[in-house]
């Protein structure tokens, strides 16, 4: 599976920025996806994950409310749909897929995308 990102930008706090990623190549089977983010000098972290199905999806507490996480299988493609942003948020966004369900650790996955910058000015 290989995976492409898109969708980053510089927004102001409180803007709104939709983030996408496309699958291709070996995308038969169920598969979950996630988005993870890295800022400058910190471990890349947690975002949002959903099921194959749509039917399961976990976020992290600091973006909870805020962000909303959704899939077209149709298009093999999953969204970040990121509201209220913060200038916290700033960081390279990382989508993430493996086969199987929905889990919140990084080193699960076994595809990844090549990122896309978001950047929130204050």
């Known amino acids: 599976v290989q995976l492409q990102a898109s969708g980053g930008g510089l927004v102001q706090a409180g803007g709104s920025l939709r983030l996408s990623c496309a699958a291709s190549g070996r995308t038969s089977g169920s598969y979950a996806m996630g988005w993870f983010r890295q800022a400058p000098g910190e471990e890349r972290e947690f975002v949002a994950g959903?099921?194959?199905?749509?039917?399961?999806?976990k976020y992290a507490d600091s973006v909870k409310g805020r962000f909303t996480i959704s899939r077209d299988n149709a298009k093999n493609t999953e969204y970040l749909q990121m509201n209220s942003l913060k200038p916290e948020d700033t960081a390279v966004y990382y989508c993430?897929?493996?086969?199987?369900?929905?889990?919140?650790?990084?080193?699960?996955?076994?595809?990844w995308g090549q990122g896309t910058l978001v950047t929130v000015s204050s």
């Open positions: 993430a897929a493996r086969y199987g369900y929905v889990v919140t650790s990084g080193s699960s996955y076994g595809y």
């Open positions: 959903i099921s194959w199905s749509g039917g399961s999806t």
